[in-house]
């Protein structure tokens, strides 16, 4: 969004003595893109990785942001995130404590 790439960003927060790398929602970051994200961080710097992206990309309604990615589609891309490297995973914009509850029980299943 920036005109940073996540490999620069990794390295650039890294150096300076950052403890985490982390990303959320930005321009509409789901939790694929934040899979992919992490594998680039990953690459790129030891840090520990956190991911935070919203409940899909909202749409206007009535002059109002809203956004539709049910609790159960963000939670579809967590483990991708987790395999991917995340080490800590939230979310941003949209999401209610259902999103966070399902998020929460793909990362408890994890292995």
Known sequence: ???VLPAQAAGFIE?????????NCGTGMDMTG???????????????VMVQPNAGLPVLEKGRAVYKQ???DMAGGVAEALA???????SCCGS???HTRAIHQVVAAFN
Not at 15 to 23: F, P
Not at 34 to 48: D, F, G, N, T, W
Not at 84 to 90: L, M, T
């Open 70 to 72: 049910s609790p159960a």
């Open 15 to 23: 150096e300076r003595g950052a403890n985490i790398v982390a990303l």
């Open 34 to 48: 934040a899979a992919k994200v992490s594998k680039i961080y990953r690459e790129h710097c030891k840090l520990p």
């Open 84 to 90: 991917a490297g995340a080490n800590i995973i939230g």
């Open 96 to 98: 209610t404590p259902e």
């Open 1 to 3: 969004m920036m005109g």
